[in-house]
């Protein structure tokens, strides 16, 4: 399995556009967690589903964000419209049980000028 | 309220040298505890699982130890190579709740030669 593929890696943007964000989860993982990484807060968790189903959103800065996740091979992440304060590094993870070991992605750098 | 705590912040070692990184956490009920690495500009990796009733588990040079009745953990690592340089995560996984992991904020390790 090619892991957790996270796209785009790098993405450079200004104030007000609008970004989204990829994610493939490792095959058969039923859970999927955003988190947002910043140096001042470290990991953050933004939201995370089981089996596709949103279970808890309550890390999501505003309503500026918001996620999907279509089908168990895809999830995106959009920012509407995107602010500076919301550079950081966004990470995919995906895991077998909510307990179990997980598996990030590389991760997807914004910039928001 | 569930946290985790690490400590040092940072931390400055030369090459060859062990040192050991400590992580406190007010988390119930337990599940139990995962100490991650995450090199420069990747996602984080599992290092080493610890639950309940384990209180020493390695991992080549990384050796973990849990205090269950104190509700702390600690990672050695052992005669430090620069490759060891990178952000070591505490991350506690809760029994029951919405939100079943909680993250510490890291330590970042430097080897120097």
């Known amino acids: 399995d090619a892991g957790v593929i996270q796209s785009p890696r790098h993405e450079v943007t200004e104030m007000g556009q609008e970004v989204t964000l990829r994610c493939k989860p490792i095959?058969?993982?039923?859970?999927l967690f955003w988190y947002r990484q910043t140096m001042m807060r470290g990991l953050e968790l933004l939201i995370y589903?089981?089996?596709?189903?949103?279970?808890?959103d309550s890390g999501m800065p505003e309503d500026r964000f918001s996620a999907k996740m279509p089908n168990a091979s895809f999830s995106t992440l959009k920012i509407q419209p995107s602010e500076p304060r919301d550079s950081a590094v966004y990470f995919c993870a995906s895991s077998f049980r909510g307990t179990g070991e997980l598996f990030f992605g590389e991760g997807s750098r914004l910039t928001v000028l | 309220k569930n946290q985790v705590e690490q400590s040092p912040q940072s931390l400055i070692i030369l090459e060859g040298k062990n040192c050991t990184l400590q992580c406190n956490y007010t988390v119930s009920p337990f599940s139990n505890l995962r100490w991650y690495k995450q090199d420069t500009g990747r996602g984080p990796v599992s290092l080493t699982i610890?639950?309940?009733?384990?209180n020493t588990k390695s991992n080549g040079r990384y050796t973990a130890t849990l205090d269950a009745d104190t509700k702390q953990s600690s990672l050695h690592i052992t005669a430090s190579q620069l490759s060891d340089s990178a952000s070591y995560i505490c991350?506690?996984?809760?029994?029951?709740?919405?939100?079943?992991?909680?993250f510490g904020k890291g330590t970042r390790l430097s080897v120097i030669a």
């Open positions: 095959s058969g993982h039923d859970y």
């Open positions: 610890m639950t309940f009733s384990e």
């Open positions: 991350v506690v996984s809760l029994n029951s709740g919405n939100t079943p992991l909680v």
């Open positions: 589903f089981n089996n596709n189903v949103p279970i808890d």
